[in-house]
């Protein structure tokens, strides 16, 4: 290493900051994190700047001199101009003073790191000036991982530290801070239940260290359409934790590389009308290996949500006594609207949004998938391949024009997305010809009766694939 990493000790200290333009906000914006008492030196400042002085969060020094930097524990340098950067540098110098000049890295005694803030959990990321696109990087990666909230975490548990130095016996104290970081208090933490984790803790330290960790934890999650970055950084987390994943047919393989490593996985191998394991199957499995004190991810393509079943799931883990929780997904219906770069909803066209399925549990009539369209309604219907050629019937028999557009939206996300164009009156035909039996999301906007007759515009995607049925749309 040709830099040293540390931390430098704020409170009470002075940072200079030369410049009163974008680049020295630039510096304020970063060090406002901290508690420094900020002097920004510069005749004129930019409104960012001025407010910081008016608020009383910076004090401002208009005359630059080499009395500026004394006592300074860092200077920061961004004029704008190169050589007015360079006379700064040898006065902070001069003064001894460590000094960072904007884009001179042969001035700077010190580099600015990209910053992942979980105050007071901070982690930098440095490349000692050769990289710092790759850097960036590397901190989303982080951020992706590393709950927003767990700084709280690391803060209270810094305050009951002498709390648990009187009451834990010192060989038990790993083990209980382990529990606190890595088991139901850090899962409710970053999940919102801060309240349950606090009393939780208090309660193992007023035992002596005793947790009565001998429960595990269900989280239904969301995978989403397909597409293995519209994960949320709450599923992703989640995914990292688990002990063992029981997902689905729909779940694509690159999802599942995000789980962490020796996670135990289980395929369910559910699919439209045909289900390798039986629903209540799946509840048992979720629930016994919860009881074992193992945290479970049920991962369920799209969202749980919405045609997913999560209602089932949830009242056996809480007829077991087992904590659950549900973490949202992209459902299908966003992604594949995303996908054709239109809205699902627009003023005047559609001012409502259905969400349906053409298919039910196989000893139910097949359900009402329709009854709600009308004129000023978008329909998004799910599972409804097989279903086609009925549900179009239905839909001119209530009276949708037989010209309405439909959008056929195959394999959302994935590598093998398609998007088919059909109205109302062809859509089984289109469905046949271009031999869709699985995973489809059909959107069916009905306009508005009042004056407005086009279709939903959308744009050129690059990816629609056309037959002699389909209409082509501007």
Same mark, same amino acid.
């Given at each position: 290493?040709?830099?040293?990493?540390?931390?430098?000790?704020?409170?009470?200290?002075?940072?200079?900051?030369?410049?009163?333009?974008?680049?020295?906000?630039?510096?304020?914006?970063?060090?406002?994190?901290?508690?420094?008492?900020?002097?920004?030196?510069?005749? #004129?400042?930019?409104?960012?700047?001025?407010?910081?002085?008016?608020?009383?969060?910076?004090?401002?020094?208009?005359?630059?001199?080499? =009395?500026?930097?004394?006592? #300074?524990?860092?200077?920061?340098?961004?004029?704008?101009?190169?050589?007015?950067?360079?006379?700064?540098?040898?006065?902070?110098?001069?003064?001894?003073?460590?000094?960072?000049?904007?884009? +001179?890295?042969?001035?700077?005694?010190?580099?600015?790191?990209?910053?992942?803030?979980?105050?007071?959990?901070?982690?930098?990321?440095?490349?000692?000036?050769?990289?710092?696109?790759?850097? $960036?990087?590397?901190?989303?990666?982080? !951020?992706?991982?590393?709950?927003?909230?767990?700084?709280?975490?690391?803060?209270?548990?810094?305050?009951? $530290?002498?709390?648990?130095?009187?009451?834990?016996?010192?060989?038990?104290?790993?083990?209980?801070?382990?529990?606190?970081?890595?088991?139901?208090?850090?899962?409710?933490?970053?999940?919102?239940?801060?309240?349950? =984790?606090? $009393?939780?803790?208090?309660?193992?330290?007023?035992?002596?260290?005793?947790?009565?960790?001998?429960?595990?934890?269900?989280?239904?999650?969301?995978?989403?359409?397909?597409?293995?970055?519209?994960?949320?950084?709450?599923?992703?987390?989640?995914?990292?934790?688990?002990?063992?994943?029981?997902?689905?047919?729909?779940?694509?393989? !690159?999802?599942?590389?995000?789980?962490?490593?020796?996670?135990?996985?289980?395929?369910?191998?559910?699919?439209?009308?045909?289900?390798?394991?039986?629903?209540?199957?799946?509840?048992?499995?979720?629930?016994?290996?919860?009881?074992?004190?193992?945290?479970?991810?049920?991962?369920?393509?799209?969202?749980?949500?919405?045609?997913?079943?999560?209602?089932? !799931?949830?009242?056996?883990?809480?007829?077991?006594?087992?904590?659950?929780?549900?973490?949202?997904?992209?459902?299908?219906?966003?992604?594949?609207?995303?996908?054709?770069? $239109?809205?699902?909803?627009?003023?005047?066209?559609?001012?409502?949004?259905?969400?349906? /399925?053409?298919?039910?549990?196989?000893?139910?009539?097949?359900?009402?998938?329709?009854?709600?369209?009308?004129?000023?309604?978008?329909?998004?219907?799910?599972?409804?391949?097989?279903?086609?050629?009925?549900?179009?019937?239905?839909?001119?028999? +209530?009276?949708?024009?037989?010209?309405?557009?439909?959008?056929?939206?195959?394999?959302?996300?994935?590598?093998?997305?398609?998007?088919?164009?059909?109205?109302?009156? /062809?859509?089984?035909?289109?469905?046949?010809?271009?031999?869709?039996?699985?995973?489809?999301?059909?959107?069916?906007?009905?306009?508005?009766?009042?004056?407005?007759?086009?279709?939903?515009?959308?744009? !050129?995607?690059?990816?629609?694939?056309?037959?002699?049925?389909?209409?082509?749309?501007?």
């Amino acid at each position: 290493m040709k830099s040293f990493p540390m931390f430098i000790r704020t409170t009470g200290r002075r940072v200079v900051i030369v410049g009163g333009g974008e680049q020295a906000a630039q510096k304020a914006r970063l060090l406002l994190k901290t508690d420094a008492e900020l002097v920004l030196v510069a005749p #004129a400042l930019d409104a960012e700047l001025a407010d910081l002085v008016d608020s009383g969060r910076a004090g401002q020094i208009s005359d630059l001199s080499p =009395a500026v930097f004394a006592d #300074a524990v860092m200077a920061f340098v961004g004029t704008g101009c190169p050589a007015l950067d360079a006379a700064v540098h040898a006065l902070a110098k001069a003064a001894g003073c460590p000094v960072n000049v904007v884009d +001179q890295p042969d001035l700077c005694d010190m580099t600015t790191p990209a910053i992942v803030d979980r105050d007071p959990i901070v982690v930098a990321i440095g490349s000692e000036g050769t990289a710092p696109v790759l850097t $960036r990087e590397i901190k989303t990666k982080i !951020e992706r991982f590393l709950p927003q909230n767990i700084g709280g975490l690391a803060a209270f548990a810094g305050r009951l $530290r002498p709390s648990v130095a009187r009451n834990i016996p010192v060989a038990q104290r790993r083990a209980f801070w382990a529990w606190v970081f890595n088991g139901t208090p850090r899962r409710q933490w970053v999940r919102g239940a801060e309240r349950d =984790a606090a $009393r939780d803790i208090k309660a193992a330290i007023a035992s002596g260290g005793t947790t009565g960790e001998n429960i595990g934890q269900i989280t239904l999650v969301g995978a989403g359409p397909g597409a293995r970055d519209l994960l949320t950084l709450r599923a992703v987390e989640r995914l990292q934790e688990a002990d063992v994943i029981f997902y689905d047919r729909l779940v694509d393989a !690159e999802v599942l590389e995000l789980a962490r490593r020796d996670a135990e996985r289980v395929f369910v191998g559910k699919h439209v009308g045909a289900h390798r394991w039986p629903q209540d199957r799946i509840n048992r499995m979720v629930v016994s290996e919860a009881k074992k004190g193992r945290r479970v991810v049920r991962l369920k393509s799209g969202d749980p949500g919405v045609f997913g079943r999560a209602a089932e !799931e949830v009242e056996a883990a809480q007829d077991a006594g087992i904590p659950i929780e549900i973490v949202p997904g992209v459902t299908a219906a966003c992604a594949a609207a995303a996908g054709l770069t $239109r809205s699902l909803t627009e003023r005047g066209v559609a001012n409502t949004l259905v969400l349906a /399925t053409g298919t039910g549990r196989a000893e139910d009539p097949l359900p009402d998938s329709i009854r709600l369209s009308g004129p000023g309604t978008t329909t998004a219907l799910y599972m409804s391949v097989s279903q086609a050629s009925r549900l179009s019937g239905l839909w001119m028999q +209530q009276g949708m024009p037989p010209d309405c557009s439909v959008d056929i939206c195959v394999e959302v996300t994935k590598k093998g997305q398609r998007y088919l164009e059909a109205t109302v009156a /062809t859509m089984a035909t289109v469905l046949r010809e271009h031999r869709v039996t699985g995973s489809a999301i059909l959107l069916v906007t009905w306009p508005s009766a009042d004056g407005v007759t086009s279709a939903v515009p959308k744009f !050129e995607t690059g990816v629609s694939l056309q037959s002699e049925t389909v209409v082509k749309r501007a």
